[in-house]
């Protein structure tokens, strides 16, 4: 998730009091179901990944299937959020991980080496809300991703102590200057998921009925009177013109920092480290807090053949912006501004993301039981998985 005002988030998690309810169960319930989970393995045909719970609830007491159906205690899950929920028949799942990329990595460990599952063909659908770079995209829009970067993994100065030739207080590690790329790696500063299915998850291409049907594009995209008005503020800049714009789907790539930023300077430096990481393929739009984490977890599930890498999908909808517009105090966008785009924003995960859900199930026989054959390097920067990455 991208942070909201606290005083939004309470309103979020107030509005939802069933929240809890379906995410918990007496002692005996949670034993039974884990058990029965143990005894017959689920093998969803989609997992949706939740960070916090108002993206969960919109995936609830919907016309198109019903995700409460069965609940299933995972050990190792958040404590408040210790259940992944399912259709009756396991053929779509949902859980959230918890904010922050400890949380997400954690969570989704232990889905993955849980064993009451059987993940080696679901996709995953990781759908969030986000800030957003109003050079590529506006309040609303519905992301699709090709390269998560963890953009904070980095030597960090107070600004107030560079030196006059650097352009930010972020600094590659291993590195001496801040366009430089990182000499010492770990391993997680930039994943690359499966181009071709990031394709037909945002364009219905009209061959067939089975092929991409309903996805991203063909959805009714909400939005809100109060991010109309907020985000007509940034049509006074040539570079937010995309910014200014009605929501859409639009391809760009996620930047992932435990740290909630914002400001133009920092936006503009992350915005830098992202075309550094990726050799300058990759397009800064959406700012998160786990995708990485979620990444590094389903590729340790791959390299012990418990997933596939290649059906992941990362969807982030903008829900305000990174920067304030041009006049605007920086403090002022974060703390006080009405942006108007939260509301918009949850709701469109659904509304794009049951096009996903329901081309891929629609889908599956002919194209997607099998898997789309990437036509990109997929992976991490070590190449764990084979195969040469196109970065690093």
């Not at 070590?382 to 040469?388: A, K, N, Q, R």
Request: charged letters at 15%; hydrophobic letters at 40%; proline letters at 5%.
């Amino acid at each position: 998730m991208h942070f909201i005002s606290l005083a939004t988030q309470l309103l979020g998690y107030a509005a939802l009091p069933s929240l809890a309810s379906a995410s918990r169960a007496t002692v005996g319930d949670v034993h039974k179901r884990a058990v029965n989970a143990t005894t017959s393995p689920i093998a969803p045909k989609v997992f949706i990944i939740s960070m916090f719970p108002p993206e969960a609830a919109v995936w609830y007491h919907i016309p198109e299937f019903d995700l409460l159906a069965k609940n299933v205690t995972v050990p190792g899950f958040s404590p408040l959020f210790p259940d992944a929920h399912c259709t009756a028949d396991g053929e779509i799942c949902q859980l959230i991980t918890g904010e922050s990329e400890i949380n997400a990595a954690v969570t989704i460990s232990s889905l993955v080496f849980s064993r009451i599952f059987d993940l080696t063909t679901t996709y995953f659908l990781i759908g969030g809300i986000a800030g957003v770079n109003p050079e590529v995209a506006t309040l609303g829009s519905v992301t699709f991703a090709r390269f998560a970067v963890q953009v904070a993994l980095q030597y960090e100065f107070d600004a107030r102590e560079i030196p006059s030739n650097f352009t930010s207080g972020y600094v590659p590690q291993g590195s001496t200057n801040p366009a430089e790329y990182p000499r010492s790696i770990y391993g997680t500063e930039v994943f690359e998921v499966n181009d071709a299915l990031r394709k037909l998850a945002e364009t219905d291409d009209g061959h067939s009925s089975t092929k991409a049907v309903g996805f991203a594009q063909s959805a009714v995209l909400n939005d809100s009177a109060d991010a109309v008005i907020y985000r007509a503020n940034y049509q006074s800049s040539t570079l937010y013109n995309a910014g200014s714009l009605a929501p859409s789907v639009v391809e760009c790539d996620v930047a992932t920092s435990d740290v909630y930023y914002s400001g133009t300077l920092l936006s503009d430096a992350f915005s830098n480290t992202t075309k550094l990481f990726t050799n300058g393929t990759g397009l800064y739009g959406t700012t998160a807090q786990e995708d990485n984490a979620t990444l590094e977890a389903l590729l340790r599930g791959a390299i012990n053949n418990l997933t596939d890498f290649s059906r992941i999908i990362i969807m982030r909808t903008a829900s305000d912006f990174d920067r304030p517009f041009p006049g605007e105090a920086a403090i002022s966008n974060l703390f006080y501004a009405n942006q108007g785009g939260f509301e918009p924003a949850l709701q469109n995960i659904y509304l794009a993301g049951i096009k996903v859900v329901e081309g891929i199930l629609v889908g599956w026989e002919d194209i997607y039981e099998q898997g789309v054959k990437p036509t990109n390097y997929v992976g991490d920067i070590f190449g764990s998985l084979g195969g040469t990455p196109d970065y690093g």
